[in-house]
């Protein structure tokens, strides 16, 4: 993985641990249920635009050298297997 992406990922994983923090305090304050799930919801799309831009990077690289060294059952494996635990979250 390249640097920068390594690097914009980390700031992406701290920016969710800033939102699960302020989940847990929106519950210890008893703050309003729609507020704390509409948070909630936000922390999800956080973590699937982390998973989208990991899995892009994933493919643009990883699985490129893997077909491009012959290891084509390897790459494909890896790509169902990221489809088949996408699927799960429907």
Do not use: W
Not at 22 to 39: F, K, P, R
Not at 66 to 72: E, P, Y
């Amino acid at each position: 993985m390249k640097p920068i992406l390594k690097n914009k990922l980390l700031k992406r994983l701290k920016i969710i641990e800033g939102q699960i923090r302020g989940l847990q305090a929106m519950l210890e304050n008893g703050t309003y249920c729609v507020d704390v799930i509409t948070q909630a919801s936000a922390v999800k799309k956080a973590v699937s635009s982390f998973e989208d831009a990991l899995l892009e990077s994933h493919l643009s690289t990883c699985v490129i050298n893997q077909i491009k060294s012959g290891q084509h059952a390897k790459a494909v494996n890896e790509v169902m297997k990221v489809y088949k635990l996408s699927k799960k979250d429907n």
